[in-house]
């Protein structure tokens, strides 16, 4: 079954933590959807406030070509404000779409929200 995708906003120290909540990013048809989500994860990373944007897919089960998409655009949003985009807690599954795709040069992946958090720092 597929939840609604939505996310959850915090702020640790000056990352920006953005949280899925949903199993499914980018179900076929659902264009607006994915421009909410871009347009929430850009404004995050982009905020004044922080110097970094941690996205955590640790609920995410699948991920559609357009969400793919969407998750450069942000990357490369995020990046021409200067700031630094990790992905955490991706599902394994996930991580060999983007292996296959060769996208792994283009994201930065930690394990889990926690070890992002202290790499930040490092």
Do not use: Y
Not at 30 to 44: P, S
Not at 83 to 110: D, G, T, Y
Request: hydrophobic content about 45%; overall charge neutral; charged content about 25%.
């Amino acid at each position: 079954m597929q939840e609604e995708n939505a996310l959850n906003f915090d702020t640790v120290n000056d990352v920006a933590v953005a949280t899925f909540t949903g199993n499914w990013i980018g179900a076929i048809g659902n264009h607006a959807d994915l421009q909410r989500l871009t347009d929430q994860l850009t404004t995050a990373g982009q905020n004044k406030g922080v110097a970094k944007l941690l996205i955590d897919m640790n609920t995410v089960k699948m991920l559609s070509s357009m969400a793919i998409g969407m998750l450069i655009k942000v990357k490369r949003d995020t990046e021409a404000a200067k700031k630094e985009m990790v992905l955490c807690s991706v599902q394994p599954e996930l991580r060999r779409i983007f292996r296959a795709a060769n996208l792994e040069k283009l994201f930065s992946f930690q394990d889990d929200r926690e070890t992002a958090l202290r790499a930040f720092d490092a």
